[in-house]
């Protein structure tokens, strides 16, 4: 039924999700109110560092394997939408910065008109997540994978929902740039007006 929602919510505005992104916590995080402001936090970061409104979908979930030293506590799925081509063609000036810092080789491209690659868009993606600070460093720090079945990532994002945690503690729907209480997904709450679908 949600997923139903969220697919018609996805086709009716016109997103297109391109990476999901898994990111657990350097330690057992159970206050779920932290994870949720952290998310918000990592979506400002994100639309910050691109200077453009990539629209993100959070969603929470618990440490199921009793054997993790995390077990009980939390760790996050997002997915998020690609930096549209104009701004790959027109960076930022911290896209710039960055990128001259860590892959001189995509700043070349994107200046000459071109598009990075897939693997340098993932790159770049992983060092703008870990500017925020609940997100850890090293290779499981942060997983972003293409999508390539978003259905099947939206079931497996909401696989907890009902079940270990509610559908409004799976969806954080406060740092998602979506809206379920509306029938009609253009009447959209303030926060959500610089991000039409």
Known sequence: MIQDTL???????????KYFVTIPYRFKQTNLRQVNSDNKELRRTIRNFYDYPIRTWFFNEIHKDPDCRHYGGFHRHLLVEE??????????????????QHDAEALFTALSGGIPTDNQKIALLKRVLRLHPSVPNGTLGVVVK?????????GYCLKQAGRDLSIGDVIDLNASDMDLTADEWNDRNPRHEGVPC
């Open 7 to 17: 697919n018609r919510l996805i086709e009716d505005c016109s997103i297109e999700f």
């Open 146 to 154: 293409p999508i390539s079945d978003l259905n099947g990532v939206l």
């Open 83 to 100: 930096c549209p081509p104009e701004r790959w063609r027109n960076p930022s000036k911290r896209m710039e910065r960055f990128l001259s």
